[in-house]
């Protein structure tokens, strides 16, 4: 017995070692600015929170409602990205995506998609639907850091 414990925790440290520059990468903390429309027509709300849910969850990212971006000169540094949702019809969006570190967010040098569409072509926006959108989302984010 002994030795299966032996060999299990070298396992682990093993494992560990691997994952640390991974887990270490992205230590940064992150935060999803999420704004939705107060009249979102003919699209479910819940699925629009599920966007940014969906979203905050694959970026890791503590998710905030309506709010700006807090910027003053003594916040911790982050990654900070805004998502602002309009509803053109059930299976149309107009979306302003936007992301960046607290620096440059202060210098107005964030990375800015002003006028992205999604448009369902035969259907209407849903979960899996809003599922696709958010890994468009995030491969967005991965391209430009």
């Given at each position: ?13 093993a494992t560990l ?21 107060t009249d979102p ?39 900070i990205y805004v ?63």
């Open positions: 017995m002994p030795r299966k414990s032996r060999l299990l925790k070298k396992i682990l440290v070692v691997l994952a640390y520059p991974v887990a270490a990468k992205n230590t940064m903390p992150q935060e999803l600015i999420c704004r939705l429309p027509g003919a699209v479910d709300p819940k699925v629009l929170l599920e966007l940014c849910a969906t979203l905050s969850h694959s970026l890791d990212a503590k998710i905030l409602f309506d709010q700006a971006p807090n910027l003053a000169e003594n916040s911790v540094d982050r990654t998502l602002d949702i309009s509803v053109k019809s059930a299976s149309a969006l107009k979306i302003v995506y936007a992301f960046g570190s607290t620096q440059a967010w202060r210098t107005a040098t964030e990375v800015r998609y002003d006028d992205l569409g999604f448009d369902v072509m035969d259907g209407v926006i849903n979960e899996t639907t809003i599922g696709h959108l958010a890994d468009t989302l995030k491969g967005l984010s991965a391209v430009q850091k």
